[in-house]
């Protein structure tokens, strides 16, 4: 079975800090895994994914996600933080079987304060 | 280029009755899934949709059914609506025809808030 942890509820950090948002894994086989971000009363936004290749994945609004396979890790990063990053944050892996099912962790509110 | 539209955003209902949630998928876009989010919750995988037929199915009950139109539109169906059954959902739509299956994400919808009373 195919499942995502993020173990994290919340991460505070300052506006300017460098951000991390904890992923980690647990699939059969190759894992197909995803970043979405939920602002409030929106649906949830693409980040960026990993599905093969280099090991530290850049997406959108400056995230970046390093993929480590002998740590089953996909940590979500942010060199520098912004207020308007502040959201829930979830780590998601794709069905082995079904390329469009997803599971997704219960995620990670990132605040980040002026 | 439109994305995903869910509809209504909003619904109160009552125990015991029936709801029905609407979808329309990105354009270009012939799959739909449907995922329910509890309150503090990721999204848990209801069912999904291609060529009008239910493809596969999370661990929901026959009170959650669903139907795909040739239009690859797409409704939610949950009959005696429980207090459990509030939660936000969202629909998601993707491509079979995506070259590399697999490595695109699914696109969101804003979501039907759903309130039982």
């Known amino acids: 079975a195919q499942s995502v942890a993020q173990p994290e509820d919340q991460v505070n950090v300052a506006e300017g800090n460098p951000l991390t948002v904890k992923c980690t894994y647990s699939?059969?086989?190759?894992?197909?895994l995803f970043w979405y971000v939920q602002y409030p009363n929106r649906g949830l936004q693409f980040l960026l994914k990993?599905?093969?290749?280099?090991?530290l994945v850049k997406g959108s609004y400056g995230f970046e996600a390093e993929f480590n396979k002998s740590q089953t890790s996909f940590h979500l990063k942010k060199p520098s933080a912004l207020v308007s990053d502040s959201a829930l944050y979830f780590c998601a892996v794709r069905d082995i079987y079904n390329f469009n099912k997803f599971y997704f962790g219960s995620g990670t509110k990132l605040n980040v304060k002026p | 280029d439109a994305g995903v539209t869910q509809s209504p955003t909003h619904l109160i209902k009552t125990r015991g009755q029936q709801v029905t949630l609407r979808c329309s998928p990105k354009?270009?876009?012939?799959?739909v899934s449907w995922y329910q989010q509890a309150l503090g919750q990721g999204p848990q995988f209801i069912f999904q949709y291609y060529e009008e037929e239910e493809r596969q199915r999370g661990n929901f009950p026959d009170r959650f059914s669903g139907h795909q139109f040739p239009n690859y539109s797409s409704e939610l169906n949950v009959n005696a609506l429980l207090l459990g059954d509030s939660a936000l959902y969202l629909c998601?739509?993707?491509?079979?025809?995506?070259?590399?299956?697999?490595?695109?994400?699914?696109?969101f919808g804003d979501g039907t808030r759903l309130s039982i009373l």
């Open positions: 354009s270009g876009h012939d799959t």
């Open positions: 998601a739509s993707s491509s079979s025809g995506t070259p590399l299956l697999g490595n695109q994400p699914q696109h």
């Open positions: 699939v059969s086989g190759n894992p197909y």
């Open positions: 990993y599905i093969t290749g280099d090991n």
